[in-house]
């Protein structure tokens, strides 16, 4: 999964192809498309990188995403400005979402060379919200995660480290040019329309060049993992699992199945249906094993082995508490899982209705 998380049992890159050049380093840029440069950003953890790319845009380059902030992805940042870039000037910079990977540098990038943010609405806003919410930690935090079965050690070493979103992010641009799925953006004399995802992040936009069924995904469709998807403190009753599968169910009908998928992680693949139809499929699977463990009573962190193919460290427990509290929300909302709450604060899930089996 996006993000450093465990790959999920049975996830597979069945029927993807893969046709274009080697990965580039950091530093370096390889054209995957007419205009489009596909860069690359080391990341200090299990998923190791994160893909950028530059898009031609008249005289200069509409930068899509950007890597984490961090000296070494600043110094690739000026080896690709001085080298493939040409020296030509950043013209705009545009987020897929808002995690610190993808948005880390934009504000040095638009201070620089003066550029407008593109980004959508709710991204930008819950970005800001993050890069200003420092700490303390909330007690409705500890709360959370109390009730998702971490005992008290765990929720204090949570506690020291709140607030490090804007460890990995530069100070945002003060405004922003909203772009919305759906909207057709001109970026060198041709169109692009804005594809909107949900469920990994708020309002997730990814880019479909139309004359020739370029795509950048962004974390919305990834070829060998699946995106973390998680509910966090802030909204402990959403149902971002139910957003994300309606939301790859709409991709599937509404993209060609054609389309160059250029992903936030991995390489550059042909076979988006197959791949929406795996990661969809992958989520269900997981849901049905999901339900037969719980008829016995268990809480989040019981559940990791019917979700995640290998043991969840430390490093990843609070991505994978949050992706096994949105499996259980979606059960709940579905009337098949209920919740109670015991007086030290822990819920309890058991399933409800009818067995079932996996397919």
């Known amino acids: 999964m996006a ?45 190791d990188h994160v893909n950028g790319w530059a898009l031609r845009d008249g005289d200069g380059w509409l930068i899509v995403d950007t890597g984490l902030n961090l000296p070494d992805t600043r110094e690739a940042w000026e080896a690709v400005l001085a080298g493939p870039l040409g020296g030509r000037p950043v013209t705009r910079v545009l987020a897929t979402h808002m995690h610190p990977d993808h948005i880390g540098l934009v504000g040095w990038l638009c201070e620089r060379f003066e550029a407008p943010l593109l980004m959508s609405r709710l991204e930008y806003v819950t970005a800001r919200m993050l890069m200003a919410d420092t700490g303390p930690a909330p007690e409705g935090g500890a709360a959370f995660y109390r009730a998702a079965g971490w005992d008290e050690g765990r929720i204090e070493a949570w506690r020291s480290g709140y607030g490090r979103f804007a460890m990995g992010v530069a100070p ?41 069924g370029v795509f950048i995904s962004g974390d919305q469709v990834l070829p060998k993992i699946s995106s973390n998807v998680s509910v966090w403190p ?38 988006l249906h197959p791949r929406l139809d795996a ?81």
Request: charged letters at 30%; proline letters at 9%; hydrophobic letters at 35%.
């Open 279 to 359: 990661l969809v499929r992958g989520h269900g699977v997981a849901l049905k094993r999901l339900k037969r463990r719980l008829a016995e009573p268990a809480r989040a962190v019981d559940v990791f082995g019917s979700l995640f193919a290998r043991p969840v460290s430390d490093g990843v427990y609070a991505m994978a508490t949050g992706e096994a509290v949105a499996h259980l929300n979606y059960l709940e909302r579905r009337g098949r899982a209920e919740r109670r709450r015991d007086g030290d604060g822990v819920d309890w899930w058991r399933a409800t209705g009818p067995e079932e089996t996996e397919t």
């Open 234 to 271: 802030t909204e402990p009753l959403a149902d971002p699992l139910g957003d994300w599968i309606a939301a790859c169910e709409r991709l599937r009908s509404e993209l060609p199945a054609d389309l160059y998928v250029l992903p936030s992680h991995g390489e550059p693949f042909n076979g």
């Open 172 to 212: 945002l641009p003060p405004s922003y040019r909203r772009i919305v799925g759906g909207e057709r953006l001109r970026i060198d004399g041709r169109d692009w329309r804005l594809v909107a995802g949900e469920g990994h992040s708020p309002e997730h936009v990814g880019l479909w060049r139309l004359d020739d």
């Open 3 to 47: 993000d450093g998380q465990p790959v999920r049992d049975g996830e597979t890159a069945r029927g993807l192809a893969y046709s274009g050049p080697p990965p580039p380093m950091p530093g370096e840029a390889v054209e995957v498309a007419d205009g489009v440069l596909w860069l690359r950003f080391r990341l200090p953890m299990a998923l």
